[in-house]
Structure formats: structure tokens, C-alpha cells
């Protein structure tokens, strides 16, 4: 296996799990589940700059993506009621 | 086989153990599951970002899987302490306080 093919089917792999985890993020009805499979997209978005030779834009986009909007999305959550968030 | 290609076959096994995890995540029934899975799968591809490190030989890419495994920690204790506070998941219940 050279490194051409690596990249490649790495490629193939973030996109597919881009696909999943942003369709999951719409179609979920429980609130925090919802959050959970946008920390799993920003992962892969992510894992996916990082491929692409982008470390600083990676890092960025983790610290984003995994920290603030996570705790802004959850702190948002814990002010609601109760009927929306458990299921 | 090259020492480049058994770092190969490590990085797709991590990026498959990655996979299954987010299956595990899209098929967790209980919140919980899912916590505990975006946490293997933030942990995994963190290696994952290592291993692809040392192949291209460039050592700026060891600290995207430094941050990002910091980061996800925060992310996961903010996940936990909306369920503790919400009392999603809690087993027993018999100690006579209600939710």
C-alpha cells in the first residue's frame, strides 16, 4: 500500500461520515443526541482539514467545534423544560 | 513490509474501531451510550492523528491530536454534567429524593 491510495480511501471515509453524522444531527428528535452527532461532525470536519495538510485551520475548527459549541448548545438545553429533553 | 506500511494498517485499524464506534453512537439507545461513544471516538481518531503524524513525518500535526484530545475532554465533562443534572440515566432511585 503507498501513501496515494491511503489518501484516498481516508478521504472516502471523512466524506462518508460527514454524510452520516450531519443527516443523524438533523433527524434526531432528542435534544442532546442531536448535540452529540454535531461534536461527532465537527470531529470528522476536523479530522478532515487535518488530512487536507491544514493543521493550524484543525486546530481551529476543534476548538470550536468541540468546546464552544458543544457547551453553548448544552448550557442553551439546560434552560429549557423538561417535555423537550427527555425522552 | 515497510515500517510506512505497518503504520498504514494501524492507522486503518484505528479509523475502523473509529467506525464502529459511531455505529455504536447512531444505534445507542440511551444518551449515555452516546456520551460514552463520541468519547471512545474522540480518543481513537486522536491516535488516529497521530499515527498519520508520524507517517508524513511532520511533527506540527502532533499537536492537533494534543488540543483536540483536551478539548474533547471539556466537551464530554459539559455533556456530564448536563446529565447528572438532569438526572438522565440514573439507575436507582430508592434513596426517597425524586428527580
Known amino acids: ?87 | 513490509m515497510t515500517i510506512d506500511g505497518m503504520f498504514m494498517w494501524a492507522l486503518i485499524l484505528l479509523l475502523f474501531s473509529a467506525t464502529l464506534t459511531l455505529i455504536r453512537l447512531l444505534a445507542g439507545p440511551t444518551i449515555p451510550d452516546r456520551a460514552v461513544a463520541l468519547d471512545s471516538m474522540t480518543t481513537t481518531t486522536a491516535g488516529a492523528m497521530v499515527v498519520y503524524g508520524v507517517i508524513t513525518r511532520q511533527a506540527v500535526f502532533i499537536d492537533v491530536a494534543l488540543v483536540y484530545a483536551v478539548l474533547s475532554y471539556i466537551a464530554t465533562l459539559y455533556i456530564a454534567r448536563y446529565l447528572v443534572k438532569k438526572r438522565v440515566g440514573i439507575a436507582c432511585e430508592c434513596e426517597g429524593e425524586g428527580p
Open chain 1, 1 to 87: 500500500m503507498n501513501f496515494e491510495e491511503l489518501f484516498w480511501a481516508l478521504q472516502v471515509m471523512a466524506g462518508l461520515g460527514l454524510l452520516i453524522a450531519a443527516i443523524v444531527a438533523v433527524r434526531f428528535k432528542n435534544l442532546v443526541s442531536a448535540v452529540i452527532a454535531m461534536a461527532v461532525f465537527s470531529l470528522i470536519l476536523s479530522l478532515e482539514f487535518y488530512i487536507l495538510q491544514a493543521p493550524d485551520v484543525a486546530i481551529a475548527e476543534a476548538g470550536v467545534g468541540a468546546c464552544l459549541t458543544t457547551a453553548m448548545y448544552l448550557l442553551a438545553i439546560k434552560k429549557t423544560t423538561d417535555e423537550e429533553v427527555i425522552e
